[in-house]
């Protein structure tokens, strides 16, 4: 009775996706195309595309590894996750419009499109794709890898049981449905994600007694550390400082996020989106990490008593501190923060193979019917590697997402941002940045280099600097009439006449 209980809400959850997906897909009257499929015909409004950007960027991570670390270091690591609450206001506010207004005029399906058409360089184009590919692929199977064991320890499953369950129903859902299915079911994931957060929030404040202040008040107690900014020394200063590039900054570069500015409709969407994503975003990210701080008031037990790792502190106690129907409609919300972010992660890697690999270096012909085939094929083929390479799960997944989201910001981050607001940023200098930045950020992350304390993505992100700055201004300017696409004077907010 317990496990028809638990997974009622789960299999129910999952059956909503599918149906959603058919339906989108049944009731399309144009013509199937590689810009229906990954942009939906660049027609979204405010609320989906910043519910659909929330679900995407608030991972598996976000409901399970981070809240697992803030369990074991305490305030500190809310401090680190709070820069994310600027990730919204970033991809909508500073590139969106620009970003939109280029890329309608040159006809751009993907991020890496309008890099190629700013610096033509495709040398430049061929490793952000490789790049992408493997980045993508690598924070899919973490997000399947957490999935899998929050699914398998709440529910007493073997953990390939989980990873296959709803593994193969976001492979299916994303393959038949394309953007326009992701962007709906993303908005639906994403408010499930909010009232899981939610339920949890209540069930641990009744754990500790009904009194948030209390709870509060017994970590000190526990372990004085749990309260200081820097988890009593275990987060260096350098660290929490570069955490405002890593999850703060750098996030406007990460394609998966960026690329979104390409399908809002009107201006006005854009800015609603702006600020319905920035208030969700920060009160997800913020409050799962606070979460995690809270459940250690009522479960303080060693590490090696709840699971293997932090990652299994909240499968620990959702599984055995709440009743089986609650704790089936909890597991939804970072269920769904798992399966809206392979969906995007899926068709981001699909678009880079197919677009800009595929279909730009002349290796398909460039027929829509052949086009349409090869995404949905693409698409599939990704989804299936990455679950494949879920079943040997590595250790904490919030660091797979980590490592893979600074190679993306440091790869992506100068060319992108450059190339819409620098005028004398060049291909060459471009492509020495990416190569010597990557080159920077591997050797660092292998040789555990961390001046400061910080993070290594700053040490990618400063050589990518340097290099881009001094290799644009040692060769000639780009021509005038590729600079006219970029930099326009009678640019609107319109991006549709």
């Known amino acids: 009775m317990r496990e028809l209980l638990l997974f009622l809400p789960i299999v129910l959850f999952l059956l909503m996706l599918l149906l959603t997906s058919i339906w989108l897909e049944n009731r399309k009257t144009t013509e199937k195309s590689l810009e229906d499929f990954y942009l939906s015909d660049r027609n979204l409004e405010g609320f989906v595309l910043a519910m659909s950007m929330i679900a995407t960027y608030g991972s598996v991570s976000s409901f399970v590894s981070g809240p697992g670390v803030a369990w074991q270091l305490g305030l500190g690591w809310v401090v680190f996750a709070a820069p994310q609450i600027i990730a919204g206001f970033l991809v909508f506010g500073v590139i969106g419009k620009k970003f939109a207004l280029v890329g309608h005029r040159i006809g751009a399906v993907t991020v890496i499109d309008l890099i190629r058409a700013r610096f033509a360089d495709p040398w430049l184009a061929r490793l952000l794709a490789l790049t992408l590919l493997v980045a993508f692929v690598t924070m899919m199977t973490g997000q399947l890898i957490g999935g899998a064991r929050l699914f398998a320890a709440a529910a007493g499953l073997p953990y390939e049981a989980g990873l296959v369950l709803f593994g193969l129903v976001t492979v299916f859902y994303t393959t038949l449905g394309g953007y326009r299915a992701v962007v709906i079911t993303d908005t639906i994931c994403a408010l499930l994600m909010v009232g899981g957060m939610f339920l949890l929030g209540w069930e641990i404040v009744n754990l500790g007694g009904g009194d948030l202040e209390a709870l509060l008040l017994s970590l000190p107690k526990i372990d004085p550390s749990l309260t200081t900014p820097n988890a009593g020394g275990a987060l260096p200063w350098g660290l929490l ?257």
Request: net charge neutral; hydrophobic share 55%; glycine share 8%.
């Open 241 to 497: 400082l570069s955490a405002w590039i890593l999850v703060g900054f750098g996030t406007v570069a990460l394609p998966h996020s960026s690329m979104r500015c390409l399908t809002y409709r009107r201006s006005d969407e854009l800015h609603r989106a702006m600020l319905i994503g920035t208030v969700v975003c920060g009160l997800l990210m913020i409050g799962m990490t606070f979460l995690g701080v809270l459940a250690r008031g009522v479960l303080d037990l060693p590490v090696e008593l709840i699971g293997e790792t932090t990652d299994s502190v909240i499968p620990y106690l959702i599984a055995n501190h709440m009743s089986p129907f609650w704790a089936g409609l909890t597991l939804v919300g970072p269920l769904a923060a798992t399966l809206s972010t392979v969906s995007s992660l899926m068709l981001n890697a699909s678009s880079a193979l197919v677009q800009d690999l595929l279909r730009k270096e002349g290796l398909v012909p460039d027929r829509p019917k052949l086009l349409f085939r090869l995404s949905w094929g693409a698409t599939f083929v990704m989804g299936m590697i990455a679950l494949l390479f879920a079943l040997y799960p590595a250790d904490i997944v919030v660091w797979i997402n980590l490592i893979a989201f600074g190679g993306l910001e440091t790869a992506f981050l100068f060319p992108l941002v450059a190339s819409l607001f620098w005028r004398r940023a060049t291909g060459r200098g471009a492509l020495v940045a990416v190569v010597g930045g990557l080159a920077a950020y591997l050797w660092a992350s292998f040789a555990n280099f961390h001046p400061f304390g910080t993070h290594v993505v700053t040490v990618g992100i400063a050589v990518s600097c340097v290099l881009f700055v001094v290799g644009s201004l040692l060769t000639p300017p780009e021509p005038a009439e590729r600079l006219a696409l970029f930099f326009r004077p009678t640019d609107t907010g319109r991006t549709k006449d």
